[in-house]
């Protein structure tokens, strides 16, 4: 799914929800197969199949299938292949590296992967992200402020002209990059800072993780990161809706979890949009 | 090989070179094979081949193999496997993600891969970076001061107490890992700079990329950037050894060029050390 059709399904269905796939095997409900990539992948064909129409986008995290190195890999595969194109895929993978090898990555992720969107961490610098912006309807999606405690260390530095970190790094990639090209991740557990960030950015898209197991609220994060159009915005979910238990089966948890996002998704849409 | 043998085996040797592993196809010299996995590994065994005897280490540049795929990953898995314990193995892989996630980055490169070092990107703070710091004789590698021109963006950016992102990053870090650990990223581009660098973290290993194709002297970098002991410094080189071409053949270039290196480097060695 392009950027464009994914502006569209958002404002279509009131629903911004991106599904986080990290699959643990230790959290996997029994029964097991005789080895972990069958056990995950049977998981994850239950997970994507009963959050399928809840979600607009799907959010594969590299490092839980690289764990097992090339079998781990040929997963990956397999699964954007069972998602299909119906939905926005993102590998969540935080590359970035010297242009020469970020033009690898990107042709890694883009022409043999066929994901719509990557993670890329900026510390390099703008040259180590222009390759994933280079692609028709795919974009990059670059850490601005992330959602895990050491997000201060430098993120939050203060830098000489009295701001922060993250802002330098969404200013100068928002001027640089159109909101075609790159997308932010923004972290949900920091609410006063991601209206500062949709200030400096108004146009760009945010991927916000962090609401649910991490303590983000989704009501404050649509508040402060949606955009004017009531669509720019990205909620991702991964173990509140992977491992959400109830009285039923673990499957029927999963959904419900899933459509209990979007239901409050869609209460936060006023009519008028 | 751990990083005590690394230490041991560069004073010994007086040679400080590491080969770094970028195969593109494009570059590869005919003829080739009817795909390009096997005509990587045809070259890459070659390579090895031709430099184990002069340097003490290999840099696997994981960007030219995941442009394949799972299949370009279970490459390195054999490359891996064929170089064997006697070198010290860095992926060159730039991750850093939530501690949860680091976590399972770890696994993948520590226990499955099975290297002795990994790349990562301090841009997501200590807790990012913890995880790779936790394997005994094992390290994380975090870029510091990289060699392309958009480490000028951010890196180089001045924060509120008159210094450069980079220098917060290796106080920061230096402060709280040991060079057992962690090892920083400093371009050879910037000699200036590597002299701070090495002032601000005086006993961690430094990983030098940027001699040779992008315009770091060698000599300048022995002068700045290494430890008091001899040891502490790794410089790679890849473009510059994979690709040399000389009146032979291309694997004689190759060698060639790897043993004009290691020449070099112990040249530098004053014979007291």
Redesign the interface.
Known sequence: MTLRELTQRIVDDKNFLCVGL?PLIERIPPPHAHNPIETIEYFLHRVIDRTRSHCVAYKI?W??F?????????L??RIIQYIGPSHFLIA?A??????H??E??A??FF???GVDAVTV?????????RPFTEYEGKCAIV?AL??????????L????D?TR?YE??VR?LSEAFSPEQLMFVAGATRGGMLRRLRAIAPDHFLLVPGVGTQGGQLEEVWKYARRRDGSGLLVNVSRGILYARGNGSWEEAVEQAARSYRAQMQTLYPSAL
Chains 1, 2 share one sequence.
């Open positions: 990290d995290n490092a839980f690289e764990r097992y190195g090339s079998k781990g890999i040929a990956i595969e969540d935080k590359r970035g590296d010297i242009g090898s970020s690898q990555y042709r890694a022409e043999h992967f961490s900026p510390y390099m610098g703008l040259d180590s992200i850490l992330t959602s895990n405690p050491g997000s201060a260390d430098f993120q530095h203060p830098c000489a009295d970190l330098i790094v100068q």
